[in-house]
């Protein structure tokens, strides 16, 4: 039986990875679940897949999850606060942990999966983000395997061939071809953007997502962050990583080959594809997802990004080319004008101005400690809370 952790046990990859969990009882056994503070979520959850474990991050919302799960399901043991998340990760009878808390939250538990050797299944991207020098080499120090999850990112792992830590060029390849859906307002004229709110933005034409991702999707911030993380997974420069628009979302991510060749995977946009081939690896897993009907799909197209629509992708290459602590920056102040625009005190368009700002006023350093990450973190935070205050007044 192979023990598995879902850091983000409430999210969408979270519930996602629990319905392929479930296929497969003979198979997989749910050590524990974690979560920031949905108690009822994580309740309903701890019923019907009886993990060891249950970790809610707020210490109030833990109580209440212990109290109700006393009388209906008591050997559950439930903890809290930031270090459980870490603790369960690294539990010797856990085999994988599925890494998919949201943002800068994710990045101490993600890495103690690493630090101790699990198999982690990334879709934590921003954990690369902020400190993917570091991130990569303890998973190398410790021995832990790392498989994405990020449906791209997958996508380029099963099209790569099995050396390609050896390095792209001696292994043929020549470019990896990020695709992107281009999100809810490709089409919409750019002076139409002023005015989007938060429930347009967060609904996505292929996807269902958490709502920060979907923001990122639509700003295509989402893209820059892959693209940042794709040069750390796979070891390429950011001139080897090419975005390129697929509206169907029906090819997830392509190689190019020396040879002339291009490998891509294709499927029906469900993350339970992703999330089976890592928990699997180097296996296949039924995983609830249907065939792929090429026949109903008809035809595949392809666009140029337009940068003018998608400054942050702008940024993002930016930061990645400043390197250090400047992905660090941009990230935080992502999140931070991501949860101002979904609480409704930023406007769509003041997006990515306010990143601008933060990375004009945080200058990047190196990042070769995690407190120079979170030095760093904890800086763009506070310059992007001033730049919020400014732009949205
Ligand atoms: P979501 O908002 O649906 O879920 C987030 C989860 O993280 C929840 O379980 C929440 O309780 C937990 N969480 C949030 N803050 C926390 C904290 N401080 N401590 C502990 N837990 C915390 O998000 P999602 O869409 O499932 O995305 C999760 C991650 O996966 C993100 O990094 C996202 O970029 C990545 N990802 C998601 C998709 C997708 O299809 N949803 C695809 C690719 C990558
Ligand atoms: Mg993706």
């Known amino acids: 039986m192979i023990g598995v952790t879902i850091l983000g046990a409430t999210g969408s990859i979270g519930v996602s990875t629990l319905d392929v969990l479930a296929r497969h009882p003979d198979r997989f056994r749910v050590v524990a679940l974690a979560a ?31 109290s109700r ?83 791209e990112h997958n996508a380029v792992f099963q ?47 292929n996807w269902s997502m958490g ?44 190689v190019a080959y020396s040879d002339g060749s291009v490998l891509a995977q294709l499927g029906n946009p469900d993350m339970r594809t992703p999330i089976a081939h890592a928990l699997a690896w180097p296996e296949r897993l039924e995983s609830g997802v249907d065939a792929l009907d090429m026949l109903r799909v008809g035809q595949l197209d392809f666009r140029p990004v337009d940068r003018t629509r998608y400054p942050c992708l702008e940024l993002a290459y930016q930061a990645l080319d400043e390197g250090g602590t400047a992905t ?9 004008a991501v949860d101002a625009f979904l609480d409704r005190r930023l406007g769509y368009m003041r997006i990515a101005p306010v990143i601008a700002e933060t990375m004009a006023a945080v200058p990047a350093r190196s990042a070769g400690s995690l407190d120079e990450v979170f030095e760093a973190d904890a800086a763009a935070r506070r310059a992007a809370q001033a730049a919020i205050r400014r732009l949205a007044g």
């Open 36 to 66: 920031n503070r949905r108690a009822d979520r994580l309740y309903e959850q701890c019923l019907r897949h009886r993990p060891r474990y249950a970790v809610l991050r707020d210490p109030a919302a833990a109580a209440e999850l212990r």
């Open 69 to 151: 799960l006393r009388s209906d399901a008591p050997e559950v043991e439930v903890l809290e606060g930031a270090a459980a998340l870490e603790q369960v990760a690294a539990l010797p009878e856990v085999d994988q942990v599925m890494a998919a808390i949201v943002g800068a939250a994710g990045l101490l538990p993600t890495l103690a999966a690493a630090r101790a050797g699990k198999r982690v299944l990334l879709a934590n991207k921003e954990a690369l983000v902020m400190s993917g020098a570091l991130f990569m080499e303890e998973v190398r120090r410790h021995g832990a395997e790392l498989l994405p999850i990020d449906s």
């Open 159 to 205: 099209c790569m061939p099995a050396d390609f830590r050896r390095g792209l060029a001696p292994v043929g390849v020549r470019r990896i071809l990020l695709t992107a859906s281009g999100g809810p307002f490709r089409d919409t004229p750019v002076d139409a953007l002023e005015s989007v709110t938060p429930e347009q933005a967060c609904a996505h034409p």
């Open 211 to 254: 709502r920060k991702i979907s923001v990122d999707s639509a700003t295509m911030m989402n893209k820059g962050l892959e693209v940042i993380e794709a040069c750390w997974l796979f070891d390429a420069g950011a001139d080897q990583v090419e975005v390129l628009i697929q509206p169907q979302s029906i090819i997830h991510s392509m």
């Open 328 to 336: 660090a920056i941009l990230n935080a102040a992502n999140e931070m």
